[in-house]
């Protein structure tokens, strides 16, 4: 059976990652495409490492008839995915790419997003899109809202090890390092090649990123508690990729155990020998995430790193990855082509 699927917002990054994977899906069909300000042409114009799927012209949205899809990829600005969402018919199952439905309480939304939500309704009833915790919800899910990539990239490193109290609370640091494609497309100054290459900067730093919201959220699901965590992200001049150099306070052969006992089973996420440190390049266009942990010289501290690819598994691929588990599809399929290299 193949499932025709729609993508809104398909001329941003995650848009083009969303078709270059589903071009080789099998049980998926492209049957629309949006993208407002480039509505009329097609997507080999706007992207020309594209120009070789037979695809449908990109259209306003709008135009598109979604009571002919099963299942909508919101791939949209923050802010806009709302009120898109809650136009479509209740048959038609989506999973957001956006911030708009990870958030469950609407006053933190408020306090991070600075505006009420304008389909509280649909807020409570997505289920947060982070494949391996929320595996069973997402099954059943009509509306999943897609994690943020740096909140991806933490929580795999810390879920497993705050529910198995093997690290103190009290006492987490985050520090992450992401590629340019995180800020999105469209055109900004500090964006600019001779304004970001050979540079490294901290950006939302000091508690005010947004993905902080996530961690908080989550990781007091998990804990039964408030954590909080310090989190500084750093912008550095690579396309593709995240490294997040997660600092806890823990036995480090006990936190490697619980991690590779937690991933063992899983399709997407390979926890690395005891010592050996991941690297971005190995998980490039692929929907992997490389797990490290090392001890630190302080005894009873460690060192956990995780890399993954923001397009991919943090985004468009973990989106293809909870599409297939709500249309009861094999949750792998589409997604096991290996990182690109070199």
């Given at each position: 059976?193949?499932?025709p ?25 492209i049957?629309?495409l949006?993208?407002d300000?480039?509505?009329?042409q ?14 449908p ?12 899809v099963?299942?909508?990829?919101c791939a949209?600005?923050?802010a806009t ?22 958030l469950k ?36 899910a ?6 943020g ?12 090890l ?11 640091l ?26 490294c900067q901290?950006y939302?730093?000091g ?5 902080l ?6 990781f ?20 593709r ?12 052969q006990?936190?490697h ?17 005891f ?6 390049r190995?998980?490039r266009g ?18 956990v ?14 989106a ?11 949750e792998?399929?589409g ?8």
């Amino acid at each position: 059976m193949t499932h025709p699927i729609a993508i809104l917002g398909a001329s941003g990054y995650t848009g083009a990652e969303l078709v270059r994977l589903i071009a080789g899906h099998p049980h998926l069909r492209i049957a629309a495409l949006s993208a407002d300000r480039k509505a009329g042409q097609g997507m080999g114009e706007v992207f020309p490492f594209l120009r070789h799927l037979d695809l449908p012209p990109l259209q306003r949205i709008e135009d598109i008839d979604a009571a002919g899809v099963g299942l909508v990829f919101c791939a949209l600005p923050h802010a806009t995915s709302q009120a898109v969402v809650a136009g479509l018919p209740r048959d038609v199952k989506v999973v957001d790419l956006s911030a708009d439905f990870r958030l469950k309480d609407p006053e933190e939304y408020r306090r991070w997003y600075g505006q009420d939500h304008a389909a509280p309704d649909l807020q409570a009833e997505a289920v947060y899109g982070l494949t391996e915790f929320h595996r069973d919800a997402i099954r059943a899910a009509r509306l999943v809202a897609g994690t943020g990539c740096n909140a991806a990239a933490g929580q795999y490193a810390l879920l497993p090890l705050i529910e198995g109290g093997l690290i103190d609370l009290d006492d987490i640091l985050i520090d992450l390092k992401a590629g340019v494609s995180g800020a999105g497309r469209s055109l900004r100054e500090n964006l600019l090649h001779a304004e970001l290459s050979e540079g490294c900067q901290a950006y939302a730093a000091g508690g005010t990123h947004r993905h902080l919201a996530e961690f908080d959220q989550e990781f007091a699901r998990a804990a039964g508690r408030p954590v909080t965590v310090r989190f500084t992200p750093h912008l550095i001049p690579m396309n593709r990729g995240i490294l997040a150099s997660v600092h806890v306070a823990g036995d480090p052969q006990a936190i490697h155990a619980c991690l590779a006992d937690r991933y063992g089973a899983e399709p997407f996420v390979r926890v690395l020998p005891f010592a050996a440190l991941p690297s971005t390049r190995d998980v490039r266009g692929s929907n992997y995430a490389h797990v490290g942990v090392i001890g630190d010289r302080v005894p009873g501290r460690a060192l956990v790193v995780v890399v993954l690819d923001n397009l991919t598994k943090g985004s468009s691929g973990q989106a293809l990855q909870n599409a297939n588990l709500m249309l009861g599809l094999p949750e792998a399929t589409g997604l096991t082509g290996a990182p690109v290299f070199p």
